[in-house]
């Protein structure tokens, strides 16, 4: 749960000239606007809105609209707090928004929008394997579409870049791990795992990121106290 004096905060970020302009409606967010927006998602089953912060550093917002647990999908998005510059913050709310979407939405496939002159973010976007799939035009503005299916863009990626087959999930015993993340970066558990040989026998790797606890206040806290 969010304090009112979270809330306002927030609202302050979201209505910031540098956040504003690379949202679909840039008009100014009321007070009254927003508060009610944030007691609606109590009720929303298709939209989660979540605020990063570790200690007394708020990272900024991580969001989650049309989430679809049929499909297994849903549209992604985030903006960082533009009043605390941090080294590093969109790469972890990205990771963050990722981690939350696989790993307790239990969903396969994240999308999302992004402006095409929005370099800097496509670029963030790009090195979380999100793949751009065609382009749209909103409000007279181009739009990049793209999406991210987990194991498979990653694969895809993988494939494309060392132009080899599913082998080369093998790793090299005699390089070390640095050398090889790349590789490890982009192996799936199940289907294309990571695997060395030694001495005529096979082992598989499960390879998973490590993620440390973050505090998130979020619409449903009985995932994560605030």
């Known amino acids: 749960d969010l304090t009112l004096k ?3 905060m927030i609202l302050d970020w979201r209505n910031s000239d540098n956040i504003r302009k690379w949202m679909h409606s840039q008009d100014e967010i009321s007070i009254e606007g927003h508060v009610n927006f944030i007691d609606d998602l109590l009720f929303s089953k298709d939209r989660q809105y979540m605020v990063v912060k570790r200690d007394s550093n ?4 991580v969001y989650f609209n049309k989430i679809d647990f049929n499909r297994k999908q849903c549209y992604f998005g985030l903006y960082a707090n533009p009043f605390n510059k941090i080294g590093g913050v969109g ?3 990205q990771e963050v ?4 979407i ?4 239990k969903l396969k496939k994240i999308k ?3 402006f095409k002159i929005n370099i800097r973010a ?3 976007y790009k090195k979380f394997n999100f793949i751009e799939m065609n382009e749209k035009t909103v409000n007279g503005r181009k739009v990049n579409c793209m999406e991210f299916k987990r194991w498979t863009n990653c694969l895809i990626l993988f494939l494309l870049k060392v132009n080899g087959t599913l082998n080369d999930s093998r790793l090299d015993i005699d390089r070390s791990i640095k050398e090889q993340f790349n590789l490890l970066r982009v192996v799936g558990n199940e289907e294309y795992p990571a695997f060395f040989e030694i001495n005529g026998h096979k082992y598989l790797l499960k390879i998973e990121n490590f993620y440390t606890e973050w505090d998130l206040c979020i619409n449903q806290p009985k995932l994560y106290q605030s």
């Open 6 to 8: 979270e809330k306002l």
């Open 112 to 114: 999302l929008e992004v």
């Open 58 to 61: 708020y990272f900024g917002v």
């Open 91 to 93: 790469k972890t709310l």
């Open 97 to 100: 928004g990722v981690k939350y």
């Open 102 to 105: 696989f790993d307790l939405l």
């Open 122 to 124: 496509i670029n963030l």
